[in-house]
């Protein structure tokens, strides 16, 4: 079944202590995205990824991380988690660059 | 001014009305345009990509304005299982990259 797959689903942390939330798709797609989602400001993109050790910010990277070593991965790193990053992540992932994309589940993440 | 703006709603419709939703963009190297929507928080799945022509898929058309930086939803004979967010997606060209940028959503309530 062709899917995106994030883990973990919740997450409730400390502030200051590293985590990663991964995602990996299965449809040999190009183009991987982050973003989170907070009430009144919809869907803002972190980082995307055009291809394989090709990386961008998006409109909101301050404080977020990624790599893409692997076409197949694009785990989103938080080295020193904050309250203000608690939201809705979601990761994504298209064919190319200009096709719709694929979303995964959706990562809830609190940072007290 | 927002990249991408969509008239927040709510629009609350009886079944089997038919609703109209807008979004503008602001950035001429848009590329690719789509139409998603979201039910409570879940992910976002893709409704329809939106082409030049028009086009059409059951009771959703959609339409692209270019020149007027402009798409459009329009959702006939509404079903109660419509209620959603809808959201306005854009690929924009930031040279070199490929940024995408959503609207805020349009929440749409239909009522039996």
């Known amino acids: 079944e062709a899917q995106v797959t994030q883990n973990p689903r919740y997450l409730i942390t400390v502030t200051g202590k590293k985590l990663t939330v991964t995602c990996s798709q299965n449809?040999?797609?190009?183009?991987m995205s982050w973003y989170r989602q907070d009430p009144g400001l919809g869907l803002r993109q972190i980082y995307y990824s055009m291809n394989v050790e090709v990386t961008d910010k998006g409109d909101v990277p301050e404080g977020y991380k990624v790599s893409r070593k692997e076409k197949r991965n694009f785990p989103l790193i938080l080295e020193s988690p904050s309250p203000n990053q608690t939201s809705l992540y979601f990761c994504?992932?298209?064919?190319?660059?200009?096709?719709?994309?694929?979303f995964g589940d959706g990562t809830r993440l609190s940072i007290l | 001014r927002k990249e991408v703006e969509q008239d927040p709603g709510p629009f609350n419709v009886p079944e089997g009305a038919t609703v109209a939703f807008n979004c503008t963009y602001s950035?001429?190297?848009?590329?690719?345009f789509f139409w998603y929507r979201q039910d409570c928080r879940k992910e976002p799945k893709l409704l329809m990509s939106?082409?030049?022509s028009g086009n059409e898929d059951g009771r959703f058309t959609a339409q692209l304005n270019r020149a007027s930086q402009y798409i459009s939803l329009l959702i006939r004979d509404s079903k109660l299982s419509d209620s959603a967010t809808y959201l306005c997606?854009?690929?924009?060209?930031?040279?070199?990259?490929?940024?995408?940028?959503f609207g805020a959503g349009t929440r749409l309530f239909v009522k039996a």
């Open positions: 950035n001429s190297a848009s590329q690719s």
């Open positions: 997606v854009v690929k924009e060209d930031v040279g070199g990259g490929f940024k995408t940028i």
């Open positions: 449809m040999n797609h190009e183009y």
């Open positions: 939106v082409y030049s």
């Open positions: 994504a992932s298209s064919r190319t660059v200009t096709q719709p994309q694929h």
